[in-house]
């Protein structure tokens, strides 16, 4: 089945202990992306990738990391998370970079709390 | 900076009603229009795409219409049911990186 996977789904650490959210697709997606959704505030890029090795911020980078060192994988990394940082997280995937003319699919989030 | 608009936040109506979803956009300056919807706990669900080009799209009970002139975009959804119910969003990709979300509006159909 075509899918965008993230582990955890749900996730309580405390304030700077580091944790890596992973995001994996089997589509053969060129784009992979990450939200952050807040109520009130909606869903906020952090990190894009057009491609491997090929990463760029988003509107809300500051305290998270990526990489894409395969196309398929996509990590979210907080070196030292605070609790500004509890969120609802989605990693979302699109054939193509450009996002022309496919859809966005998106996995089924995770729930980040940071004491 | 492009701002997208929901109206309204939230509607509640009864089964079978025909209802329409308002998406309102600042700068028509984009590439298409998405439509997704999502469940609590979950993921969001692609349900149309509307290139800039294009001036509706549908799918089932769903029609998805574009104005680009006027900024805004509608979801017609037909025969409401239950399943139904969820929160629906419209997204712009304006510069091929990113999708600019709207906040949303909560749906609620009642059997």
């Known amino acids: 089945e075509a899918q965008v996977t993230q582990n955890p789904r749900y996730l309580i650490t405390v304030t700077g202990k580091k944790l890596t959210v992973t995001c994996s697709q089997n589509?053969?997606?060129?784009?992979m992306s990450w939200y952050r959704q807040d109520p009130g505030l909606g869903l906020r890029q952090i990190y894009y990738?057009?491609?491997?090795?090929?990463?760029d911020k988003g509107d809300v980078p500051e305290g998270y990391k990526v990489s894409r060192k395969e196309k398929r994988n996509f990590p979210l990394i907080l070196e030292s998370p605070s609790p500004n940082q509890t969120s609802l997280y989605f990693c979302?995937?699109?054939?193509?970079?450009?996002?022309?003319?496919?859809?966005?699919?998106f996995g089924n989030g995770t729930r980040l709390t940071v004491t | 900076k492009q701002e997208v608009t929901q109206i309204p936040a939230a509607l509640s109506v009864p089964e079978g009603e025909n209802l329409v979803l308002n998406c309102s956009f600042t700068?028509?300056?984009?590439?298409?229009l998405q439509w997704f919807r999502q469940d609590p706990g979950k993921g969001l669900t692609s349900l149309l795409l509307?290139?800039?080009?294009?001036r509706e799209q549908t799918s089932g009970r769903l029609n998805a219409s574009l104005d680009k002139s006027s900024g805004r975009s509608t979801l017609y959804i037909a025969a409401s049911q239950p399943g139904d119910s969820a929160t629906y969003l419209c997204?712009?990709?304006?510069?091929?990186?990113?999708?600019?979300f709207g906040k949303g509006t909560t749906l609620s159909v009642s059997s």
């Open positions: 700068d028509s300056a984009i590439y298409n």
């Open positions: 509307i290139q800039s080009s294009q």
């Open positions: 589509m053969n997606h060129e784009y």
């Open positions: 997204a712009l990709n304006q510069a091929g990186t990113a999708l600019i």
């Open positions: 990738s057009m491609n491997v090795e090929v990463t």
């Open positions: 979302a995937s699109s054939p193509r970079a450009g996002l022309n003319n496919s859809p966005l699919h």
